[in-house]
C-alpha cells in the first residue's frame, strides 16, 4: 500500500497528496498525522490537496476528521489548493466541509497558521502581563 | 449501449482507483468539460464505493453514448447484493446504513444527468448513470 509522506517544516507538518488514494491510504494519513502531531508537538497542520482531481465524500470525511482530531491535539489544519472544479463538485455533493479552514495555497496557508497562533501568544501575554491588569 | 463499453470487477479499494481513472479518461475522450467530468468522476467513485461496500462487490461498465443531440458517457454500476429496501430513505441526504455521511446516492444523484436505480430486497442492485456534454 502506498502512503503519503508527512513532512516537518519548522512548527507546521506539511502533507501533500500526490496519488489517487484507495480509501486505506486515506485511513493511514489520519493515523500518521496523529502520531506525527504528537511526536513532533507541531501546532499546525497543511494539507495540499491541488493535485486531487476528485474529492468524495470518503476523502471529504477523513479531511473533516483530521481537522478535528488536529485540534483536539492542540495543532490546526488548514486544507489548501483545492481545484475550482472540486470546490462545485464538493458543494453539489453536499459536503461543504464545516469546521475545515481553508486557503488557495500552501503559503497562505502558513500565513494563516502563524496568525492564529500569533494571535494565541497575544491572549498569552496579555494575561501574563501585570501592566494588563486594572489597578484596583 | 452503444460504441464499445470496458468492464472493471470491483472487489478491492484499488479496484475503485481503476474506475475513477477509467472514468476521467472516458469523459475526457467524450469532451466533457472539466467541470463536468469532475462531477462525473466523484458521483462514479460514491457509487463504486457502495458496489464494493454495501453490495459486496460487483461491476462497473463505462461507456460513450450518443443520442439525437448530443455526445455523453453512461455508467452502470451491478452488484449482486441485498439490493435496497427502502429506495427513498436510501436517497434521503444524510441516511447510511454503513457508518458514511449518507451522501453517496443522494449526492451522486445530483451529479449526474440522469439516475436510474433497479433493486429490490435480495436482488441485487443496478444504477446506471448518463452525463452529457452541453
Known sequence: MER?????IGDILLVSIQIDMEDQVALQLQEDLAE???TTGCHGVIIDISALDIVDSFVGRTLATIASVSRVLDAETVVVGMRPAVAITLVELGLSLPGIRTALNVELGIEMLARSRGEVWQDDEDEGDPAA???S | ????SRLIPVATDQDVVRVRQLVRTVSVEAKLSLVDQTKLVTAASELARNTLVYGGGGTVEVARVRNEIRAGVRIVFADQGPGI?????????????GGGLGLGLSGARRLVDEFAIDTAPGEGTTI???KWCR
Open chain 1, 4 to 8: 503519503v509522506p508527512v513532512l516537518k
Open chain 1, 36 to 38: 506525527k502531531i504528537v
Open chain 1, 133 to 135: 491588569v486594572p489597578a
Open chain 2, 1 to 4: 449501449m452503444n460504441e464499445e
Open chain 2, 85 to 97: 429496501a427502502d429506495l427513498d430513505l436510501a436517497l434521503t441526504d444524510g441516511y447510511t446504513t
Open chain 2, 128 to 130: 446506471t448513470i448518463t
